[in-house]
């Protein structure tokens, strides 16, 4: 069976009810909802569902309408950059599928947003139109509040061009296709977000692959260090888990530990598994690998970590 995986962004994190409603929108539509990860300081929730191409497309455009029925950017307000009510809306290929697949589906979601819900749609990433619109901090530069002067000078690539009082409400949606992504917040011992930004900042420049902001967490009472990792095979937990440790101990703080949002494949745990296990002389097991994994990137800091329920080959086979 063709199967692809989408992962819209939307921003609302807060309320139960509103968010309730945007997962039963796409459910409904026949796709299986892997996951749902909220997160309330940023205000955004990470959903998480796979299903037929056919199937994923329509239950994507009916979680753009349903969150833009219920979403109030005008209202809105996060630690996380956000361009729409739907901030971005990226399509995987999962089993049976090709990236092609992938951008063919973001571009027909593109047209069907912009000629019925009448919205700015950019595309990213392997559907962008141009080199630079390939990278998603490129579009979303400035967030909700630039996007009067946005529309102005880097028109969208469907849908109208100007703050009409339906976009204001609204905002944009930036959708494409990517491979898979890995969210992993770093949680450091400090409330500290100059010190959260000094190292993202650093570690931007460092790192392959990873995309990285320092931001504040509230609701944890610490400053984190996110990190986007775009290609886990470039650069592992393990080397972001690890090199995040050594630039707060240069500033005389410590890590806590971390959390991944959404869902990570089970061989980006095994890869950081066989790292922190590496010269012992014994020959490990995957399970030996992931347990390790877990052990030492400690992603249950702020809540539970089970394998079953954030390892996404697992949620597919449940």
Known sequence: ??????????????????????????????????????????????????????????????????????????????THPRLGAVDVCPFIPVKETTMRDCVDIAKKLAEKVADELYIPVYLYEEAASAPERKNLAFIRKGGYESLPQKLKELPPDFGPANFSPSVQKSGALITGARNFLIAF??????????????????????????????????????AQVSFNLTDYKTTSLYDVYEACKSEAAKLGIEVKGSEIIGLVPEAALVRAGKKYLSGDGVTHSKEQKINAAITALTPNLHSPFIPEKKIIERVLLR
Not at 193 to 206: D, E, G
Request: glycine content about 6%; hydrophobic content about 45%; proline content about 3%.
């Open 185 to 222: 917040n770093v949680t450091l011992n400090t409330e500290d977000v100059a010190l959260a930004k000094q190292i993202a900042a650093i570690l931007r420049s460092k790192l392959k692959a990873v995309k990285t902001l320092g931001w504040a967490a509230p609701r944890y009472n610490a």
């Open 1 to 78: 069976m063709k199967l692809i995986e989408c992962v819209p962004n939307i921003s609302e994190g807060r309320d139960k009810n509103k968010i309730e409603q945007i997962v039963r929108a796409a459910q409904n539509c026949g796709v299986k909802i892997l996951h749902v990860d909220t997160g309330h300081d940023a205000n955004r929730t990470v959903i998480t569902f796979a299903g037929t191409p056919e199937k994923v497309f329509s239950a994507a455009f009916a979680l753009v309408q349903k969150s833009c029925e219920l979403i109030d950017m005008r209202q809105h307000a996060g």
